[in-house]
């Protein structure tokens, strides 16, 4: 990711395996938080470190991932 200025605007850009992971298309509206944040006692991760623990569980969960995407 890299953050962007457009005119008075900064935008934080996506890699296309980002937007596809996150399911997100053009025009998605998304809350940024640093990363380690907390809210709740819930600590809030990158994308690198989501992607990483989707890459990790793939093998094992397969098949609840392509119920999920039902």
Known sequence: ???ERRGDEYCVVLS???LEALRLAEGAEVEVRPV????????YISTEEALE???????????AYRELAK
């Open 1 to 3: 990711m890299r953050v």
């Open 16 to 18: 296309r395996e980002a």
């Open 53 to 63: 623990a989707y890459r990790k569980t793939l093998p094992q969960h397969r098949e």
């Open 36 to 43: 380690g944040a907390q809210e709740n006692g819930i600590r």
